[in-house]
């Protein structure tokens, strides 16, 4: 269709193809040019966003480039203390409770700092370590008696075997307990440096021996177990690493860049459970927390030749997803796509996008307001 433009008289006709435009035409033109106006030829849903705005709202733009994607396993999974990593204390005699210090879960705390005591006072059964006391030195008595009177040939060897092995548990046992005490009660210590994970007991409490106290874990590395439906099976064998996102914290994480490792994956499920384990280690850098439940994403059999985008690159509009594409220095278009795999971080693009094409990778929602701002009609200076 031929454009006409009237100007002081003059009657210029565009054609579509091959058309001229006059030096006074361009003038005008350009003297009413407005932001959201400018126009770029060939390009008749193109969004306008000029340079300086796209530099401060920090607009970034990538040229697409198809490589090696992975396929993708998506699931959930649990974060758990490594083994070797984490101790359970328990109390070493009956007593009640007493911290010597404000403890709280999540607290540091060094190897060897006090943490509680137990008190026997004013229980019935009395203190146990007077009680191992007075058996170690009652044993050691009856010991040395019997030293005299089997060289007499007064006992036999072996009720002098017997006395002797009373006398060496007695004094272990005393021993043991004797480490640590004092008039206030028994010390309990922290076995290694890390973090206060659960507080098992409160201030006050009757503990019995061998009843858990609290637990400390070192946090150095954590375990990652995921669960894949058995549908997914045959995808086991190409599991290599995994990516996880918690729900405390919008990061993706890598396992490749914390030192992780694939350690094991099941080779069953059991009968409450239709899900088999896959476990990863990896070092936990402070921000991971033990026990939390998080998003993961296990990585498959290599995709060659496939393009994959950043996840900050996309809009999505009622179930449909789409991208913007730079076709200027200061124009820009929109593009619908369709999706692949995702790996939490990057996306996988199966239709919609090309090797070459300038991409929006940051930012995306302010070109997005500045499409819609354009849609609104400006007046034509048009005559």
């Known amino acids: 269709m031929n454009k006409v433009i009237y100007t002081g008289g003059l009657l210029l006709c565009l054609l579509a193809l091959g058309g001229c435009r006059s030096n006074s035409e361009s003038d005008h033109r350009h003297e009413h040019e407005t932001e959201g106006e400018h126009e770029h030829e060939g390009h008749g849903d193109e969004i306008i966003f000029h340079k300086e705005k796209a530099e401060a709202a920090g607009i ?31 109390a070493s005699v009956s007593g009640i409770v007493s911290f010597q210090t404000k403890i709280v879960e999540g607290m540091k705390v060094g190897a060897g700092s006090m943490l509680l005591r137990l008190s026997s006072n004013n229980i019935a059964d009395g203190d146990p370590v007077q009680k191992a006391k007075v058996a170690y030195e009652t044993s050691q008595k009856e010991f040395n008696r019997m030293q005299v009177l089997v060289k007499s040939k007064i006992v036999s060897e072996k009720e002098f075997n017997t006395a002797r092995q009373n006398y060496e548990t007695a004094k272990i046992s005393y021993e043991s307990l004797a480490s640590g005490h004092s ?54 064998p190409h599991i290599t690493t995994a990516r996880f996102k918690t729900a405390y914290n919008p ?26 384990p896959v476990t990863f280690e990896f070092d936990n850098r402070g921000d991971v927390v033990p026990g939390s439940y998080v998003e993961v994403y296990l990585q498959s059999s290599p995709i060659e030749n496939t393009i994959a ?70 007046h034509s200076h048009e005559h």
């Open 60 to 90: 970034e733009v990538s040229t697409v480039k198809s490589g090696t994607f992975y396929q993708v396993l998506q699931t959930s999974g649990e974060i758990m203390a490594a083994q070797g990593d984490e101790k359970t204390l328990v």
């Open 183 to 236: 008039r206030y009660g028994q010390a309990i210590q922290a076995p290694l440096s890390g973090y206060i994970k659960n507080i098992l007991v409160k201030e006050g409490d009757y503990v019995s021996t061998g009843q858990p106290l609290m637990q400390i874990s070192q946090n150095r590395r954590l375990f990652l177990q995921a669960e894949i439906s058995e549908k997914d099976y045959a995808h086991l």
């Open 251 to 276: 990061k993706v994480y890598s396992l490749n860049e914390l030192n992780g490792k694939l350690l094991s994956f099941g080779k069953s499920t059991n009968g409450s459970s239709y899900f088999i």
């Open 309 to 378: 985008i950043p996840r900050s690159a996309l809009t999505e509009e009622q179930g449909i997803y789409y991208v913007y594409l730079q076709l200027d220095e200061e124009g820009y278009a929109k593009q619908e796509v369709t999706l692949g795999t995702d790996n939490g971080e990057f996306v996988q693009i199966t239709s919609g996008l090309k090797n070459g094409d300038r991409l929006v990778t940051k930012g995306a929602m302010h070109i997005k307001l500045a499409s819609a701002s354009n849609a609104i009609p400006a």
